[in-house]
T-cell receptor, first 114, second 112 residues
């Protein structure tokens, strides 16, 4: 069974450009989460999808970040325009249902804004 | 809001020795789940061990075990017989219905 996959694994863009990160959750997992880890700091929650609906987007830092999950399958996280402080590792995780089950993580996308 | 605190930014242990990573959390909930995740240099987050708060028995997975003290809101991870492959960032996490709250992580170094 394929795990959570994220693409690209690494992206370097200039300040002001746009970047789109993609996450393919494990098939059948309704819950999809985005997290971000800025260098040396804790992993921060960004948002949570249940199928195609945004259950909680309280962690999204500002309106330069837009997440979608069309059809309740894969998800994209777009940063437009990117700023220097957006650099970090963006993790996606999925789980079959909310609650106590573990979340399965992707390998992350390292975003570097220069 | 839940908070998770890992007070050890870095720990070092000799190969084959035992090391304990500490984690405390703050919550007003009575039913929840706690996890330890490992992130090796490959960057993939891997679940190490899970503890249900309603279970008094400490979880164990081979060389990994936890000391769960619910009243003290403490959830430490013990790694026995440390191996070179255990070197990684270790994150303690609290799980609620909305998702995971992570600690800042502990960088574990294994000395050969």
């Amino acid at each position: 069974e394929a795990g959570v996959t994220q693409f690209p694994s690494h992206s370097v863009i200039e300040k002001g450009q746009t970047v789109t990160l993609r996450c393919d959750p494990i098939s059948g997992h309704d819950n999809l989460y985005w997290y971000r880890r800025v260098m040396g700091k804790e992993i921060k929650f960004l948002l949570h999808f249940v199928k195609e609906s945004k259950q909680d987007e309280s962690g999204m830092p500002n309106n330069r970040f837009l997440a979608e999950r069309t059809g309740g399958t894969y998800s994209t996280l777009k940063v437009q325009p990117a700023e220097l402080e957006d650099s970090g590792v963006y993790f996606c995780a999925s789980s079959p249902w909310a609650g106590g089950t573990e979340a399965f993580f992707g390998q992350g996308t390292r975003l570097t804004v220069v | 809001a839940q908070t998770v605190t890992q007070s050890q930014p870095e720990m070092s242990v000799q190969e084959a020795e035992t090391v304990t990573l500490s984690c405390t959390y703050d919550t007003s909930e009575s039913d929840y789940y706690l996890f330890w995740y490992k992130q090796p240099p490959s960057r993939q987050m891997i679940l190490v061990i899970r503890q249900e708060a309603y279970k008094q028995q400490n979880a164990t997975e081979n060389r990994f075990s936890v000391n769960f003290q619910k009243a003290a809101k403490s959830f430490s991870l013990k790694i026995s017989d440390s191996q070179l492959g255990d070197a990684a960032m270790y994150f303690c996490a609290y799980r609620s219905a909305d998702g995971l709250t992570f600690g800042k992580g502990t960088h574990l170094i294994i000395q050969p």
